[in-house]
């Protein structure tokens, strides 16, 4: 148990769909990340929210939007999504923003499919 | 630009055997190296990390070893068991974020 849970396990959408990934930490850290995990290559960092501001967005298209209501809880809504969108979505947490010291604890991610 | 390469990308070693991943950074402001390994259809989960104040670090079968001059790193799992087989990442830090590798498959045969 990593103390980061993310709902739904595996999502099937179509290109015209509206969709919400959902992620809450239980460890009261005080920074989320959403990042994207595509076959192959390095886990891309999308987002960064802390303290429920968001700090960095990483060029990511505007069809991905995120929203952290509190230290807790993190969403990524999506809509008109491309297939190529199809990947594991993890969402992970950290003591701190700054994630050179503070250690990531990471959920077990999303599997979306953009059909 | 930012990046870290991460060497094997597969690796096969018969139960007992020792395995070795090596990882290589360009930042060399860098000073926290974590270490997950990521099992089946669950997330990465963090098993050793290092800073950059010491070169050496064990848990038990696992340590990590750290050459800020070389600019590389490496994880050595000794004894290996079928419960080892993951896929592994390793990861350097910048000021805001961990760079990480592109995983290597470790397979360990009974």
């Known amino acids: 148990e990593t103390g980061v849970t993310q709902t739904p396990r595996h999502l099937v959408m179509g290109m015209t769909n509206k969709k919400s990934l959902k992620c809450e930490q239980h460890l009261g850290h005080n920074a989320m990340y959403w990042y994207k995990q595509s076959a192959k290559k390095p886990l891309e960092l999308m987002f960064v929210y802390s303290l429920e501001e968001r700090v960095e967005n990483n060029s990511v298209p505007s069809r991905f939007s995120p929203e952290c209501p509190n230290s807790s809880h993190l969403f990524l809504h999506l809509h008109t999504l491309q297939p190529e969108d199809s990947a594991l979505y993890l969402c992970?947490?950290?003591?701190?923003?700054?994630?050179?010291?503070?250690?990531?604890?990471f959920g077990p991610g999303t599997r979306l499919t953009v059909t | 630009g930012e990046n870290v390469e991460q060497h094997p990308s597969t690796l096969s070693v018969q139960e007992g055997d020792s395995a070795v991943i090596k990882c290589t950074y360009s930042d060399s402001a860098s000073n926290y190296f974590p270490w997950y390994k990521q099992e089946l259809g669950k997330g990465p989960q963090l098993i050793i990390d290092i800073r950059s104040n010491v070169g050496e670090k064990k848990d038990q079968r696992i340590a990590v070893t750290l050459n800020k001059t070389a600019k590389h790193f490496s994880l050595h799992i000794t004894e290996t068991q079928p419960e080892d087989s993951a896929v592994y990442f390793c990861a350097a830090s910048r000021p805001d974020k961990l760079i990480f590798g592109t995983g290597t498959r470790l397979q360990v045969f009974p």
């Open positions: 992970a947490s950290s003591q701190d923003q700054a994630s050179g010291l503070y250690e990531q604890y």
